[in-house]
C-alpha cells in the first residue's frame, strides 16, 4: 500500500537505505525495471547513480520509503532497467506503482517550482511542521498546488447513448469523455455545465459524482462526473474537439488508453 510521508525531506542518494525504492524520471518517461513492470530500488540502482544526486521523499510502499529525482534529458536506461513512459504506470495492475510515480512526479515539479521564494527572491526550504516550502528570510509558505479539472459522460436516450469526442491533441484516433479545468469561483457542478456548453453547446442535468484520479501532468486532479443530456445539438465549438457524437454500446468508437478515469468510466457504465 502506498502512503504519504507526513514530511519532506531531500537527501543525497548515496545515504538512502538500500530498500529505498527510487522512481527517476526523465522527460516524460520513469525508470523501471523487470521489463517495465516495477521500481528500482537503491540497492540495485548503487554504482549507476550519483551517490551525490539530491533524492526527494515521496511516501512510502509498504513501509519502504521512495524517493524521487528528475534526470537530465539526455539520461539512458543502465543495463537492465528501462526508461517507460510515465502515463503507462497508470495501467499497472500495481496501483502503488501509480501512486508512487504521481505523488513524485508532482512533488519534485512543485519543488523545482519554488526553489527561490516568489516574494522576496530569497532560496526557500522545507517547512519543518507542515507539507509545505517556507521562505526563511520573509515567512511566505508554498504549498503544492493542485488544479482541479472535471470530466463528464454525458447520457441520452434513457442511458442507452454516450457523447464522446475526438480531441486534436490526441495521439491515437480514439474518442473520449468532455473534460476542463475548474475555474476559481465556481463549484465543480458549475465547471461541468460551463465545459459542456463551452465545448458542445449542450446543456447537462442531473450531474453527480463518480470518482476521482491524480493526473500528474502537471498537477491535476481528474474528477469524474455524469451528466443526462437535457438540450442542444451536440456540436464541437471550441478547436480543440474536431469530431463528436452519440454511442452506444455496440457501436464504440476507439475508447481512451486502459487506467484513464475516462476509461474507466466508460468501462464501468458499459461493463466493457
Ligand atoms: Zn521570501
Known amino acids: 500500500m502506498?502512503?504519504?510521508n507526513q514530511t519532506h525531506k531531500e537527501l543525497p542518494f548515496g545515504t538512502l537505505a538500500p530498500?529505498?525504492?527510487i522512481v527517476l524520471f526523465s522527460g516524460k518517461s520513469a525508470l523501471m525495471t523487470d521489463n517495465g513492470v516495477r521500481l528500482?530500488?537503491?540497492?540495485?540502482?548503487?554504482g549507476t547513480l550519483a551517490t551525490e544526486t539530491v533524492m526527494m521523499t515521496a511516501g512510502f510502499i509498504d513501509g519502504a520509503e521512495c524517493?524521487?529525482?528528475?534526470?537530465?534529458?539526455d539520461f539512458t536506461a543502465p543495463q537492465g532497467f528501462e526508461l517507460v513512459e510515465s502515463r503507462l504506470a497508470f495501467v499497472h495492475p500495481n496501483p502503488d506503482i501509480a501512486n508512487a510515480i504521481s505523488r513524485c512526479r508532482e512533488f519534485i515539479t512543485w519543488r523545482n517550482g519554488h526553489r527561490l521564494c516568489g516574494a522576496c527572491g530569497a532560496i526557500t526550504e522545507f517547512a519543518a511542521s507542515d507539507l509545505a516550502i517556507v521562505c526563511p528570510s520573509c515567512g511566505m509558505m508554498y504549498y503544492p498546488q493542485i488544479a482541479p479539472a472535471v470530466i463528464t459522460m454525458i447520457t441520452r436516450n434513457n442511458g442507452r447513448e454516450i457523447?464522446?469526442?475526438h480531441n486534436k491533441r490526441f495521439t491515437t484516433p480514439s474518442f473520449s469523455l468532455i473534460a476542463g479545468f475548474v475555474e476559481s469561483g465556481e463549484s465543480l457542478e458549475q465547471a461541468?455545465?460551463?465545459?459542456?456548453?463551452?465545448?458542445?453547446?449542450?446543456?447537462v442535468k442531473n450531474i453527480r459524482y463518480l470518482s476521482s484520479q491524480p493526473w500528474p501532468f502537471p498537477n491535476s486532479l481528474m474528477l469524474g462526473f455524469m451528466a443526462e443530456y437535457e438540450s442542444g445539438e451536440a456540436t464541437p465549438l471550441d478547436g480543440e474537439l474536431s469530431e463528436m457524437g452519440w454511442y452506444s454500446k455496440?457501436?464504440?468508437?476507439?475508447?481512451?488508453?486502459?487506467?484513464?478515469i475516462a476509461r474507466k468510466i466508460i468501462n464501468e457504465y458499459f461493463q466493457l
Open 163 to 165: 457523447l464522446l469526442a
Open 19 to 21: 530498500n529505498s525504492i
Open 2 to 4: 502506498f502512503t504519504i
Open 67 to 73: 524517493w524521487g529525482a528528475r534526470m537530465p534529458k
Open 250 to 260: 455496440e457501436n464504440l468508437p476507439q475508447l481512451p488508453s486502459p487506467g484513464s
Open 192 to 203: 461541468v455545465a460551463r465545459e459542456i456548453m463551452e465545448e458542445t453547446g449542450l446543456t
Open 40 to 46: 528500482p530500488t537503491a540497492s540495485e540502482l548503487a
